[in-house]
Structure formats: C-alpha cells, structure tokens
C-alpha cells in the first residue's frame, strides 16, 4: 500500500474513532473529503482487520469503531505461520511470525498471491489453494528451501459480513523431524549393535530386547518383552541384582560389572554389564538400561595369555642363555631344557653332516639307569653315536615342526638290530616318540629325539617348537662362525668385482681397508692406503662418530661422487667403524641436467607443435592447447584452458561428448563411433570425422591420445595430438581406386607375372602366366618355383638352383636375365626375366618381382643364326670377295634385327616394371632433364605441386647416375608442403629410346606413408 492510501486509511479510523455512535458512508466521505467509492474500499478494509463494524439502525446503515478483538490481534497471539485470503485467493492478512520468516513488511502483504509469497508457493500448497476448500486439508510436510519443514492446515473460513475466505496455518516440524530421525537412528543401532541391550523398568519387567539380546541369551523378543528379567539371572545371583537395582533407583550408573548370566538352554554365559538409569520426561528415574557383551572368549584369551606369559618367560631365559654361553655347552643345554618341557622323557640332540650325510648323537638327556642300560645293549655310550642318514628317511626327518617320531629302530637307521631296540624299548618302558628338525635359514642342522616313556605325554608342542627354532638359531650361529672368515673372503672378492669405491675405517677415521676400485681411483697400493686418514686420502669425505648414517655428495678429480657413510657394528669388535661408499653420478647428474632444461623446453615444444596438441589433467580440464590447435579449430588457448565437462570436444563435433582422449582405458560396444581405432597400452590412435572444423565443412582428422603419469606411476592427465588428414584420405580412395585399375591392367598383361618370396615359394601369378605355363593360381601358391616352372638343371646342364636362392637373396644381381623354363606337359620354353626387388616397411627383402616374356622363337633364330653363320664360314672360304661383302651386310642386318627385338622386349618389360611400382606420380624426362611427359599434370601429392617433386627428382647428378649405372635408381626426397616436412620415395628408371626420340628417363614419386595407415604410425 502506497503512502497516499495509508494516510488516507489512517484518516477513516480516526473518524470513525472519534464517532462510536456511527457514521454513514456518506458522512465519513464529507469528514475525510474522499468520494463515495474511495472510502467504501477504505471502510472493507477495516471491517476484513475486525477495526470496523457494519450495523443497521432502522434504514441507516452506518460504521462504529469494532467492539471486538481484531483479527490482526488474534493472529499475533499464535506462534504458528498464518495467513487470511479472500475468496478470489488474495491475501488480505498475514501474522507477525509469518513476516519474521519471509522478511516482508505488512505493506507488501495486501493484494498478493500465493505465488508471490514462501512457503505460499510451495507445489503442494499452490495446488491445494487453487480452489477455495471445502473442508479442512492437513499437508503433513511442506520442505522450504532453508531446510525448514511445515505441517499446513488448511481451513475454509467465513467472514462477519458474510463472505468466503482461506485460512492457512503453518506449523513448524523441522525439530520434531530431527528428533524423529535421531530416535530412528538411535533404534537402528540398538538393533544393529553387537552388544545385548535390555530395557527393563524398576519392577524388573522386560521393555525392550534387542537382537544382541535374542543371540546371547537365546530368548526372543516376543518371548522376553512384559516377562521379568530374573527369568536370566541364577539363583545365587538374586543378591546381586537386587544391589544393582537398587544402585540405579538412586539414580547411579553401575558400570563394567563382571558376572554370569543363564541361556535359555541351561548353559551359563560369563557377562559384562553396564546399567543406566532411564529417566522420565520429568527427570524421575523410571527404569533400567543394560548393555551386556559376552566374555566367554575374553576369559579363554585371558587364560592363554597367562599360560603365554609363562612360556615367553621360559623362551627369554633359554634365549638370554642361548646368547651367554659357550658353543661348548650349547647341545647339553638343549637337551636338558627340551626334558624339562617333557619331564621323564629321553632326549637326544643330534648333528647333521652334509658332508657325509651322517647324523651324530652330540647329547643324550636321561636318567643315569636309562643311559647305562642303552649303553649295555649299545655297547658304548649312546653319546657321539654316528649312523648314516638313509635316503628313505631324507625328506620325512627333515619335515619341519615337531610331529610323532618313528621307532627306536628307525631312530637309529637300522644300525642296531631291531631285535635290540625292541628290548631296550621294553626295559626302558618306552611308549613311542616325537621328532623336530632342527631348521635354521632353510637349512637341516640335525633333529630333536623325545622319546617318551609310559606316562610322559607332550603338553605343549608349540613350545616346544619354538624352543627347537631358537635352539636352530644358536646352533646356526655356532656354524656361522666357522664360515664366517670365508665369508669375509667371498665379501672382499664382491667389493673388488663392484664398480664403487669401497672404503672401511675405524673410530677415529683411519682406514682399515678397501677395495681394488678405490685403489686404482686414488693411484696408490692397499698396503700405502691402508692406516692413513680418510679425509687424506678423500678430502671432504669423513666417517660419521658412533650409530650415526650420512649421505652426501663430493667432488673429487674432477668427478662427482655419491657418498654413503654408515656405522657397522661387528660382534667380535667392541670398536665402532664405518663403511664408505662412493659411487660415481657424474653421468646421471649430467643426465638430470639435460632432464631439467628438457623439461623447460617441453612447454614449448608443445606450443610449436606442427600437429593440433592440447591437455587435460586427472580431472578433465584442459591445462595446454597449442597454437596449431588454435589454427585447426579457431578457438583461443585463454577461451579454453581450465574447461572441462567434455568442453574441448565442441571445437570438433559441435557438443560436449566423449572422444579420443576419454578412450584411453575404455572399452566396450558403447564407444563413440569412429573410422578406425586402435589401442595400445595406455594409448588409443584413431580417426574420424568432424562435421564442425574447418568453419562447419567438416575435416578427416586422425588422433593418438596418451596417458600421461608421474614419477610415481600416478596417472595425471592425458595429451591428444590431432592431424587434418582429409587429403591424404580422399587420396587413398583415388590410390584404391587406381590400385583396382592397374591390378586389371597385371592380371590381363600379355606377360608373365610372378612374385617370389626370400624362399623362393610363389606369392603371385597372374591369368597370362597361368595360361602360359598350364597352372591354376591356386596349383602355384605357396610352391616352389623349383621343379614347377624352373628346372633343377637345364637342357644345358647349368644348376639352376643356385641362380633361383641367388636371385631371393640378392634381386639387384639378376636385373635381367635369360634362362631355360618348362611347361606343366614338360615343354621347354626360353623365357627372359626382368626381376626386381620387394622390399618391407624396414627397407629389408621381402620378396621379388618378375616379368617374363617368351623368347623362344629369339632362340630358335639364333640357333639358325648359328648354323647359318657356320655355313655361311664355309663358303666365304669357297666364294669370290662379293659373297664376302654380302655375307657381312647380311650379319649386320640380322644383329640390328636380334637388337630391335631385343630392345622390344626390354622397353615391354620396362613398362610391366613401371606399373609394378606405380605411384601416385609418373613422368618421362629426356637426357637433358626436359619434361616430355607428366602421367598427373596438374595433380599434387599431399599439396606439393608437381614442378616441386620434378625439380627435386631430376637433378643433374641423379640423372647421370641413372644413365651411368643403367639400372634402376631410388632415392627418397624430402619437400615442403603447409609448413611441414613430407618425405616422397623416387624411382628414376632409364629407357634406351622413348617413342623414337632417344633414350629417356622415366620417374615415378610415392608417398612414403604406407597405404592403409596414417603419417605417424
């Protein structure tokens, strides 16, 4: 409400304040100088705040001051949320804690809606408010956006003058739902919890029996609850529940009791309980909670661990022993203390020695009656006894831990007759027997015998094996002395064969002794070294005093040292020495040099990639985005660095989705589709194509995505370079298409046609050669051209087996030859061979080309030739000199025909060797370097023009090389094309005559990139 329509409402109460008679509408209009209409909207709004009331004296209508309590009065009396609305859903009126939570002033109230108000707007209120209700409607929960959570009511309402209204209370839950949630929580953990929890009132009845309960004492809850909780409690307890119910009446926790309660089957379980007093709402106590957990096994631990306390006790005396006295007694002491762990027992500790694979009876614990009688069936005193170890026995005696022993017969592998030990078993009482080998570092040093007597029993086998191990220690220790000097040896040898220098000294710094290497460092002798002062011999090194360890660097003869200086305590030495180590970093220093400016220098190298690059970190935002990927998709670096959420893929595709660099580590059928895709360990190359580069024209684009980790092998991030590739795909297709086109053009040569491999086995052979020789395709392949179409000796005589395994290893040596063939009906045939090498990715072998043409009517005429020349020689010595001249012009006229034939054939094979390698450029140039013939005029390979390729093809030296060697020339060319470096294979092949103008050179340029794959593969 505006100031103006205050004031004048403002006015209206005052004059109908100062006139509690009444006022009609006309009057009130005169005092307050308003029209008629005006101060009828004033008065309704009076008479809807309860400020006002209409009464009718006789026919005169007329307004007095209200008698009642206002309405405004009444809200303000409630805590709840309230607001009044008119029929048409208009708020006329709103109370003070209703503003308080929206934080509106009572001006802002009048005439709005409840869209226009919170909680008002609400889905469920503005539904329910749509139409004026009927009846009451009660939402259980209203949620605001604060976290604040309302029950609303909602109440059809009629005003005094008669009209119809909403009212809207709201009641503020959010406490009641917290506190309904944590008592729901709480009871979830009662229930959830491992401990028995019982809730009883002070009569003892049962209230509450949590599961914990049910599974300890066996009792369900259905069983339990309104039952007393005696019905658990022994007899002879009852005192004691009564002390503790008695404790909580008064108000105090009874904490850590340790007492015994009965199960339902009978069986009684050792507790520990904690009794609280459960208060009422008025802080009365009202009854008891009981937390009980079973101590059963507690009880068992407590039990073993005294029983272990006393064993430990008995393993740190034998210990300490072990450690005091001397070799001498070590076994005596053994078997003394293992009769004691099994009282009445014989004892026998006995040695191993690997040497002669002999067990020696080293001591024997018994009575002096049960030694004397072993003696007397023995012969000798059972100590120092020496029996063989026997194969059979090997790997049962030498199994660890103490397990059941074997008769005395076999204890004694079979020395004694077992007639004896039988007697010596039966006069001793001997009632079987347990055995432990004694095992120290994986190494059998001898065994423990007990051999029982009836009525002895081993309690504690455990103990006794641990006993043994100890004992194993001692006695290896013992043994380790005596090699102990060898191994010094075997150490200084190690020293000696390491690359470090190796340095030890004693207390006060002098040197004691060192290794070869650090002799030959420091140019003198061990004998002069050894006594001097470290820091003499290594200024800046010195040997730390007492336990204490150091590790720095030093530089020394113009080398860099890393220096490890450590304490070594030796047993036989109560002096301290040290132990110096120098190893040389100098080339791993240099390294990490060149590391750090390598790295400084990454940055930019990135930047000045010739190829798109950008990256993201683990998290997928863009952290680099070259200025070449600037170029490809006209998008800033600043525009881009820091984005993710699949950000960078708009540049390409036109909307966030995954692409190349999101692939690394997926897999599986719902990838995004691509035209090619390849995965190697942390890597995925690809292309596709991408419909918004090139401003909307779409480009091939081909990727490779790397995973990018840290020194740790954590993965940090993910760099993708990007190459435009439309050219050189649209140039495969045409090199598909002209494949397809030249394939016909060698299937239907009027030549044959073969390939070989480095074993000499057909790879190829096309429909002439299958015509010529009488063989299918499938009749050949794989075969050897030996004994098929090549015959393992010619009609001469020559071995051609030789020339076939020359011509696989050594194509260039066979160029072109001549030799014998044979049909599949066993004709011979002439066939002359234009062979040239195949070679592999790596520049190595791989098979080798052949065009042959028939030349066995060439043959036939010089076998003629031949006969006749010889008869033509017998003439000549019988014809006059005109006969000598014809018989000359007529040689020379059959040589220029073999020579015209011959060149035939040659230019025929030139051109079949000519589409074997067909590239994507060919061209015919003359001696001179002139251009007589461009297959591609006006074409380019991968954007280089074709003047570009000529020029850089046909160089003069080049040119006379290929005229000079007369074979054959190839050499890859490297040439410009959009700011980046392409390499072109080229072969310059020289022709004696082309099309009658002289010889001529023909020239063929092929991209190096291998089809079917991309450059950077």
């Not at 491992?194 to 009845?205: E, F, H, R, S, V």
């Not at 409690?233 to 008064?250: F, G, K, S, Y």
């Not at 190829?611 to 998709?633: H, P, Q, S, Y």
């Not at 990715?841 to 028939?854: H, K, L, M, R, S």
Request: charged residues 25%.
């Amino acid at each position: 409400m505006c100031g103006g329509e205050a004031d004048h409402l403002a006015k209206i109460r005052a004059i109908i304040r100062y006139n509690p008679r009444g006022l009609s509408i006309s009057e009130i209009a005169r005092k307050a100088h308003l029209n008629r209409n005006s101060v009828a909207k004033y008065l309704q709004v009076l008479l809807a705040s309860g400020e006002a009331e209409l009464r009718t004296i006789g026919a005169a209508r007329v307004y007095t001051p209200s008698r009642r309590l206002p309405l405004s009065s009444l809200l303000e009396y409630s805590n709840d949320l309230i607001v009044v609305l008119d029929r048409d859903g208009t708020v006329i009126q709103v109370n003070t804690p209703f503003l308080a939570f929206s934080g509106l002033s009572r001006d802002e109230i009048p005439g709005a809606g409840p869209p226009d108000l919170p909680l008002l707007s609400a889905p469920a209120l503005r539904a329910a408010l749509a139409d004026p209700p009927a009846e009451e409607i009660v939402i259980p929960e209203v949620a605001w956006e604060n976290g604040a959570v309302f029950r609303a009511k909602i109440l059809p309402t009629r005003f005094e003058d008669g009209g119809h209204g909403t009212t809207v209370i709201l009641e503020e839950i959010t406490g009641e739902k917290r506190a309904w949630k944590t008592r729901t929580i709480l009871a979830s953990i009662v229930e959830s919890t491992d401990d028995a929890i019982i809730g009883k009132d002070l009569d003892g009845t049962v209230i509450s029996w949590n599961r914990a309960a049910e599974a300890l004492y066996g009792y369900t809850a259905e069983e339990m609850v309104g039952q007393s909780l005696d019905r658990i409690v022994p007899p002879d307890l009852a005192a004691e529940v009564a002390a503790i119910t008695e404790e909580v009446r008064q108000g105090r926790p009874v904490r850590h009791i340790e007492t015994t309660r009965v199960r339902r089957d009978g069986r009684r379980v050792a507790v520990a309980l904690t009794v609280s007093p459960i208060r009422g709402e008025d802080g009365a106590v009202i009854g008891a909670s009981t937390i009980a957990r079973d101590v059963t096994a507690l009880k068992r631990v407590e039990a073993e661990k005294e029983r272990h306390l006393k064993n430990m006790a008995f393993l740190s005396r034998t210990a300490t022993a072990f450690v005091r006295m001397d070799d001498d007694d070590l076994y005596g002491y053994i078997a003394e203390k293992t009769r004691e762990l099994v009282p009445g027992a014989l004892v026998a500790i006995t040695s191993y020695d690997p040497v002669n694979n002999t067990l020696t009876a080293e001591e024997v614990a018994a009575s002096p009656h049960d030694l004397e009688v072993m003696a007397g069936y023995l012969r000798t005193s059972p100590i120092g006894i020496t029996v063989p170890f026997l194969d059979e026995y090997r790997d049962t005696f030498k199994e660890p831990g103490l397990a059941p022993g074997p008769p005395l017969y076999t204890i004694l592998m079979h020395t004694v007759p077992e007639e004896t030990c039988r007697r010596i078993e039966e006069d001793l009482g001997l009632n079987g027997s347990f055995y432990a080998p004694i095992i120290s570092n994986r190494r059998f040093l001898g065994s423990v015998l007990i051999i029982l007597k009836k009525g002895t029993v081993v309690e504690d086998p455990a103990l006794i094996e641990t006993f043994i191990d100890g004992a194993a220690v001692a006695i290896h220790r013992r043994t380790a002395f005596q090699i102990l000097k060898r191994g010094e040896k075997q150490a200084k040898e190690l020293l000696n064969a390491t690359h470090d220098l190796a340095i030890l000294t004693d207390a006060g710094g002098r040197v004691l002794d060192l290794n070869e290497e650090a002799a030959r460092f420091l140019g003198r002798s061990e004998e002069d070294l050894i006594g001097c002062s470290l820091g003499e011999v290594l200024p800046g090194v010195e040997a730390p005093a007492g336990e204490a360890h150091a590790r720095f660097e030093v530089s020394l003869s113009g080398r860099i040292f890393d220096v490890s200086v450590a304490a070594v305590i030796d047993e036989r030495s109560s002096s301290p020495r040290s132990a110096v180590f120098l190893r040389d970093i100098t080339a791993e220093r240099e390294a990490e040099g060149q590391l750090r400016r390598m790295n400084r220098h990454l940055a930019e190298i990135i930047e000045f990639l010739p190829d798109a690059t950008f990256i993201i970190d683990a998290d997928g935002r863009v952290t680099a985005w070259n200025r070449a990927m600037e170029d490809l998709t006209g998008v800033s670096k600043e525009a881009m660095i820091g984005k993710g959420d699949y950000q960078y893929a708009v540049p390409f595709y036109g909307e966030r989705r995954e692409i190349l660099i999101d692939l690394i580590d997926r897999e599986g059928d719902d990838l995004p589709p691509y035209l090619s895709i390849d995965r190697t360990r942390h890597a995925v190359i690809g292309g596709a194509y991408c419909p918004s580069i090139a401003g909307g024209k779409g480009a091939y684009l081909w990727g490779k995505a790397t995973a990018l980790f840290d020194e740790d092998g954590n993965r940090v991030g993910a760099i993708e370079s990007v190459r435009d590739v439309t050219r050189m795909v649209r140039a495969e297709e045409a090199l598909k298409q002209s494949q397809a086109k030249y394939r016909d053009l060698v299937e239907n040569a009027n030549s044959v046609i073969l390939t070989l491999d480095t074993e000499g086995r057909i790879t190829f052979f096309n429909r002439f050669a299958e015509a010529f020789f009488g063989y299918t395709r499938d009749e050949v392949l794989g075969k050897s051209v030996l004994g098929l179409i090549v015959p393992e000796t010619d009609s001469a005589g020559r071995d051609l087996r030789f020339m076939i395994a020359a011509l696989c290893a050594r194509p260039d040596l066979f160029g072109n030859v001549e030799n014998e063939n044979v049909t599949r009906d066993g004709t011979p045939v002439w066939i002359s061979w234009t062979n040239r090498a195949i070679y592999g990715e790596n520049g190595e072998i791989v098979g080798v080309n052949c065009v042959g043409n028939d030349i066995s009517a060439r043959k036939q005429m010089e076998e003629e030739l031949k006969a006749a020349q010889q008869n033509l020689e017998a003439t000549v010595c019988r014809q006059t000199a005109d006969l000598i001249f014809a018989n000359t012009s007529l040689r020379e006229e059959i040589g220029e025909r073999i020579r015209a034939q011959e060149a035939l054939e040659k230019s025929r094979n030139t051109l079949w060797l000519m589409l074997e390698v067909i590239a994507d450029c060919i061209f015919v140039a003359g001696a001179g370097g002139e251009v007589r013939a461009v297959r591609t005029q006006g074409e380019v390979l991968r954007g280089v023009p074709v003047e570009a390729i000529l020029a850089g093809a046909l160089s003069g030296e080049r040119r006379e090389q290929v005229f000079a060697e007369g074979r054959p020339v190839r050499q890859e060319i490297r040439l410009a094309s959009f700011g980046r470096e392409i390499a072109l294979d080229t072969w310059l092949i020289p022709v004696p005559d082309w099309d009658g103008k002289g010889p001529a050179i023909v020239g063929v340029a092929r991209d190096v990139v291998p089809d079917g794959k991309k450059e950077g593969d």
